[in-house]
Every structure is written in structure tokens, then in C-alpha cells.
């Protein structure tokens, strides 16, 4: 049945999740990195990586592209997959508002894909690639909020007070 996912709000720390499938803030390498996506690489193990690589070494030759999201094992984490997707850097001169809202459309269809009831979502591109954290949220909440997916709940996880905040914000006024 595809409806629109309930929208739940999690403070701390995304590898620590319990969900179906937890979505890496990845780079386009996808072979790991700073921030969320070092994180998961981290704590779920080389068996992230491995299928990372073949991904590279098969249809992913020259990385993922900004906006697309593609699944692999969630290795040690308390997940059954890890749902990749490529955030666009924030441009004060290039508006890049549908890249950041195709990493959430694009991770929910893989989700729906794989079967996955319960997705738990980093703040994508709030982080070294400085997309601001008020916006963030807003292309986030409202993305998912109007996504018709078979996910039943998406579970936005936030590192931060700010973060916290300002998905709370969207939250509510939505």
C-alpha cells in the first residue's frame, strides 16, 4: 500500500539506529569519507565498503551521481541496508533545491525497492557541504511529507541541538 510516511525526530547519532534502512549522506565515490558517511563506513564494517567497490566496479564506474541513491548491506549496524545518496554542496549562485529533494524522493524509491518500512534519514548536505541547516530541513520535511512511498515511518536523525530544532520547526509548521 503506498501512502505517505509518518514523520518521526531523533536526536543523536544515526549508527546507532534501529531501522530497516539507514541513508548514508554519501560522496560520490561512495567509498567513504567524513562526517555521516565515515561514520557508517566505520561502525558497519568492510562488508559496506566491499559492495561499495563493486558497485564501482560495475555500474557505478564514475561514482553515483548528485541526487541518486543506491542500496547496499548495512554490514554491523542494527539495519538491513545501508541506502547511499549523493548530496549537492550548497551554491549561494546555482539554486540546487531539486538535487537535495531527488536524494530523498531517490532514497525512498530504493527503500519501497528493497521493501524497507522503516528509514532513518541523516540531515543530507547540512554538513561540510554547508547547505543551510533551516533550509535543509524544510526541502527535507516537505519532500518526504509529500512522498508516496510505502515506507510506514522515515526518522530523521539529528547530530545537533540546531538540527533538532530546526526539523522540529518544519515539523510543526507543515
Not at 545501508?82 to 548530496?87: A, K, L, R, S
Not at 554542496?89 to 524522493?105: F, G, K, P
Not at 533551516?134 to 541541538?161: H, K, M, P, Q, W
Request: aromatic share 6%.
Amino acid at each position: 500500500m503506498t501512502t505517505h510516511p509518518a514523520v518521526v525526530l531523533d536526536f543523536g547519532d544515526i549508527t546507532d539506529q534501529h531501522a530497516d534502512a539507514i541513508v548514508n549522506a554519501a560522496n560520490s565515490s561512495l567509498l567513504g569519507g567524513g562526517g555521516v558517511d565515515g561514520a557508517i563506513h566505520r561502525r558497519g564494517g568492510p562488508e559496506i565498503l566491499a559492495e561499495c567497490r563493486a558497485l564501482r566496479a560495475g555500474h557505478y564506474g564514475k561514482g553515483l551521481a548528485t541526487g541518486q541513491a543506491v542500496a547496499t548491506t548495512a554490514g554491523l549496524l542494527d539495519a538491513r541496508w545501508v541506502i547511499h545518496t549523493v548530496g549537492p554542496v550548497w551554491s549561494r549562485d546555482e539554486d540546487r533545491s531539486d538535487q537535495l529533494a531527488s536524494c530523498y524522493r531517490e532514497s525512498l524509491r530504493v527503500a519501497d525497492e528493497l521493501g524497507a518500512r522503516t528509514v532513518a534519514f541523516p540531515a543530507i548536505s547540512t554538513g561540510i557541504y554547508g547547505w543551510p541547516m533551516d533550509d535543509g530541513a524544510r526541502i527535507a520535511v516537505e519532500t518526504v511529507r509529500s512522498a508516496e512511498s510505502a515506507v510506514e515511518e522515515v526518522r530523521f536523525v539529528l547530530y545537533d541541538e540546531e538540527a533538532y530544532q530546526a526539523f522540529a520547526r518544519r515539523v510543526r509548521s507543515v
